[in-house]
Each structure stands twice: as C-alpha cells, then as structure tokens.
C-alpha cells in the first residue's frame, strides 16, 4: 500500500508521467495505491507528458486538479480505480482518451469535472474500452473534443466514447463537446458502441458533430450516438438531449426509457 498526499495550494509539476504498475507485485490481490490532495493542490504536466498511468493496481484518488498532459491525462489498464471530488483539464492526447484512457478497467467517477480535453482520434474527454466499465455520478464533462481535421478518417466521442464495455451515468452533464475531422463526426457529446448503457438524469447540451468544412463528410448524433452493432442495450431514465445538431440511433440497439 502506497499513500500520497499533496498539502493544499501546492502544485507539483512533472517533466514526466507519473507511472504506477503493479505487475510485478507479489501480492495475489492488486497494490492499493491512493493519492490525495487538500483544499488546491494539482499535479501539472506542462504540456510535457501524461500525468498519471495507472496498471494492476487499485487506485483511489481524490481532492486534486490533474492538468495539462499532451499524452492524455490519466490512462488506466487493469485497474480497479475511484475518482472524487477531482478536476481533470487542459489534457490532449495524439490517440484516443484526452482526459482519460480507461482500458480493461473498472473505473467510478464522483464529482468529477472534465473540461477543455482534446483527442486526435475518439473520447475527447474519455475513452472506455476493452469489456472496462465505468459509473458516473454528479460529474461533468465539457468543452472537450475528438478528432483530427487534418485527417479523412471519421472520429468519434467529443465527450465520450465507449466500445465494448458498460457505462453507467447518473445526475451528469455534458456541454459544448464537438466530434468531427475533415471527413465528419459521430456522437459529438457522446458515442456507443456495443455498450450496455444506463442514463438517469443526464443532460447533453449544445454539443456538435461534423466535418470541418460545409459540404465534405457529414456528422451523426450531435448529442448521441449509438452504433449499429447488435446487442447495445440502452435504458435512459430522465435523460435530456438539447440544442445538440441531432441524435442518431441505428437500428439494431434494444432501447428502454422510463
């Protein structure tokens, strides 16, 4: 077990990642690992790397602003990790995942505010993949964006994206995100692909998809997009998609609302 704290008003800035893998532990159960923060403190990569990759481990993280990675913020593998009362900003990554890479990974996220994230290719703000999860609550993700218009490939998730996995929202909100590259977008605010997806009382707002220039590409889902891969399963409860482009749902999810 490793603990971190980092005193409030402090900011600790990195000239690289910090890297925590708990592969080579002896332990039969994964490392506890938990880093926290008071009243201010931050971790800043300046632009020079990621800030936090987390592997094998659990992780529980609280009480901090992560700030500023050019390889994606946070990226997590294997792990079992919790995120509260945490600020993830400024981050951009030339992959998938601006602010967080979730990858075979079971991941909470309470009060968690992603803001102003860019990826190159899918999830401005996060991209869940590889059969991971992830639950939401009283978070927020917005000014985030996906895709390269520099590109003709067709990116998608300006706020999320998942494939694969399960994700689970609740009293979350995500605004003014953009999916798009110069051959279009897909799910400017939030983009599924064979993800079983529950939404209670979460709101998308003034979110976008398309190309980059009128006339070339095209964009679906401003708000959300939902893939055509069979077995998606979707069940929104008070959800609210507005002044969004539009909201596209192939045919072949099963949907439930109440």
Same mark, same amino acid.
């Given at each position: 077990?490793?603990?971190?704290?980092?005193?409030?008003?402090?900011?600790?800035?990195?000239?690289?990642?910090?890297?925590?893998?708990?592969?080579?532990?002896?332990?039969?159960?994964?490392?506890?690992?938990? &880093?926290?923060?008071?009243?201010?403190?931050? &971790?800043?990569?300046?632009?020079?790397?990621?800030?936090?990759?987390?592997?094998?481990?659990?992780?529980?993280?609280?009480?901090?602003?992560?700030?500023?990675? @050019?390889?994606?913020?946070?990226?997590?593998?294997?792990?079992?990790?919790?995120?509260?009362?945490?600020?993830?900003?400024?981050?951009? +990554?030339?992959?998938?995942?601006?602010?967080?890479?979730?990858?075979?990974?079971?991941?909470?996220?309470?009060?968690?505010?992603?803001?102003?994230?860019?990826?190159?290719? @899918?999830?401005?703000?996060?991209?869940?993949? $590889?059969?991971?999860?992830?639950?939401?609550?009283?978070?927020?993700?917005?000014?985030?964006?996906?895709?390269?218009?520099?590109?003709?490939?067709?990116?998608?998730?300006?706020?999320?994206?998942?494939?694969?996995?399960?994700?689970?929202?609740?009293?979350?909100? &995500?605004?003014?995100?953009?999916?798009?590259?110069?051959?279009?977008?897909?799910?400017?605010?939030?983009?599924?692909?064979? +993800?079983?997806?529950?939404?209670?009382?979460?709101?998308?707002?003034?979110?976008?998809?398309?190309?980059? +220039?009128? $006339? &070339?590409?095209?964009?679906? $889902?401003?708000?959300?997009?939902?893939?055509? +891969?069979?077995?998606?399963?979707? @069940?929104?409860?008070?959800?609210?998609?507005?002044?969004?482009?539009?909201?596209?749902?192939?045919?072949?999810?099963?949907?439930?609302?109440?």
């Amino acid at each position: 077990r490793a603990n971190i704290r980092i005193p409030a008003q402090t900011t600790i800035n990195l000239t690289s990642a910090l890297e925590v893998d708990g592969s080579l532990a002896a332990e039969a159960e994964l490392p506890v690992i938990n &880093i926290s923060g008071g009243g201010g403190a931050a &971790i800043d990569a300046q632009g020079r790397s990621g800030v936090l990759f987390a592997s094998r481990v659990s992780l529980y993280v609280r009480g901090l602003r992560i700030a500023n990675g @050019n390889q994606g913020c946070v990226r997590l593998y294997r792990t079992l990790a919790r995120f509260e009362d945490v600020s993830v900003e400024g981050c951009k +990554t030339p992959g998938n995942g601006g602010g967080f890479f979730i990858e075979h990974s079971d991941v909470a996220f309470e009060r968690v505010l992603i803001r102003h994230c860019v990826a190159a290719q @899918n999830g401005g703000g996060v991209f869940l993949t $590889g059969r991971g999860s992830l639950v939401a609550l009283h978070s927020s993700i917005a000014h985030c964006s996906a895709g390269s218009f520099e590109e003709s490939a067709v990116y998608v998730g300006g706020g999320l994206a998942a494939q694969y996995s399960a994700l689970f929202m609740a009293h979350t909100n &995500i605004t003014e995100c953009r999916g798009g590259s110069a051959g279009g977008g897909v799910g400017g605010g939030v983009s599924l692909t064979s +993800t079983y997806s529950r939404l209670k009382s979460v709101k998308i707002a003034r979110c976008s998809a398309g190309a980059a +220039t009128a $006339g &070339i590409g095209g964009g679906f $889902g401003g708000g959300l997009f939902v893939g055509s +891969t069979a077995g998606d399963r979707m @069940n929104f409860s008070r959800a609210n998609v507005s002044h969004s482009y539009w909201l596209e749902v192939s045919p072949s999810p099963s949907c439930a609302a109440t």
